[in-house]
T-cell receptor
Framework: NAGVTQTPKFQVLKTGQSMTLQCAQD?????MYWYRQDPGMGLRLIYY???????DKGEVPNGYNVSRLNKREFSLRLESAAPSQTSVYFC?????????????FGSGTRLTVV | AQSVTQPDIHITVSEGASLELRCNYS??????LFWYVQSPGQGLQLLLK??????LVQGIKGFEAEFKRSQSSFNLRKPSVHWSDAAEYFC??????????FGAGTRLFVKA
C-alpha cells in the first residue's frame, strides 16, 4: 500500500547515544515533516522540509537534526539522546506545499531514552 | 497566539448513540481545519478537512464536521457510533505555510 514508512518501530537508547529515524514516502509528495507526540500535548512539529533540498525548524527543534536525502526520504537524527526525548515520533508528508492539504502519517517510532 | 482547544480529554458513548467532539480554535483569519483519528499504535489518519465554502463537510467513516465562524468552532459529529470508532481524535488548524497546530486530543470510548 502507498504511504509513509518509518523505521524502526521501537527503540530504547541510553542517555548520550545517537540514532537516526528513517522515513520514506512513495506518494511523490513535495513536503515532509517530523512530529513528536507526548501525552496531553498533541503533536508538535520538530522539523519540516518544504521541498527536496530544503529543511526548516519547527516548534521544538532543539536536540534534533534532519536530512532530506531525496524527494522520498526524510531522516531525523538525535545526536546525544536525553530522557526528555522519550516520545513517539511521527513522520508525515503532504501533497501541497501549504498546511492546507492535510497530512499522511507514518505509523510512528516509539523511542525510550533511559 | 494561535491555539486549538479540545475541551474533552475523554468521552464515553454507547454503541449506536450519536457523537459530538468539540474543537475551538484561536486564529485571526479563516483557518484550514482538520480532524484526524488515531487508533492505538497507529499514525494519524485524516478524517475530513475544511478550506472554504459549505460549512458542513463530510468525511470518511460516516463523520461530518461543521465550521461555525461566530463560535470559532469545528465540531465533529457522527449519527451512530460503532465500536470500531473507539480511538483518539485530534482537531488541527493549518495557518498557512507549513505549520499545523494540533489539539491535545479527545479519546473516545465506546461501550456495548
Amino acid at each position: 500500500n502507498a504511504g509513509v514508512t518509518q523505521t524502526p518501530k521501537f527503540q530504547v537508547l541510553k542517555t548520550g547515544q545517537s540514532m537516526t529515524l528513517q522515513c520514506a514516502q512513495d506518494m511523490n509528495h513535495n513536503s515532509m515533516y517530523w512530529y513528536r507526540q507526548d501525552p496531553g500535548m498533541g503533536l508538535r512539529l520538530i522539523y519540516y522540509s518544504a521541498s527536496e533540498g530544503t529543511t526548516d525548524k519547527g516548534e521544538v527543534p532543539n536536540g534534533y537534526n534532519v536530512s532530506r536525502l531525496n524527494k522520498r526520504e526524510f531522516s531525523l537524527r538525535l545526536e546525544s539522546a536525553a530522557p526528555s526525548q522519550t516520545s513517539v515520533y511521527f513522520c508525515a508528508s503532504s501533497e501541497g506545499d501549504l498546511s492546507s492539504s492535510g497530512y499522511t502519517f507514518g505509523s510512528g517510532t516509539r523511542l525510550t531514552v533511559v | 497566539a494561535q491555539s486549538v482547544t479540545q475541551p474533552d480529554i475523554h468521552i464515553t458513548v454507547s454503541e449506536g448513540a450519536s457523537l459530538e467532539l468539540r474543537c475551538n480554535y484561536s486564529y485571526g483569519a479563516t483557518p484550514y481545519l482538520f480532524w484526524y483519528v488515531q487508533s492505538p499504535g497507529q499514525g494519524l489518519q485524516l478524517l475530513l478537512k475544511y478550506f472554504s465554502g459549505d460549512t458542513l463537510v463530510q468525511g470518511i467513516k460516516g463523520f461530518e464536521a461543521e465550521f461555525k465562524r461566530s463560535q470559532s468552532s469545528f465540531n465533529l459529529r457522527k449519527p451512530s457510533v460503532h465500536w470500531s470508532d473507539a480511538a483518539e481524535y485530534f482537531c488541527a488548524v493549518g495557518t498557512g505555510g507549513f505549520k499545523t497546530i494540533f489539539g491535545a486530543g479527545t479519546r473516545l470510548f465506546v461501550k456495548a
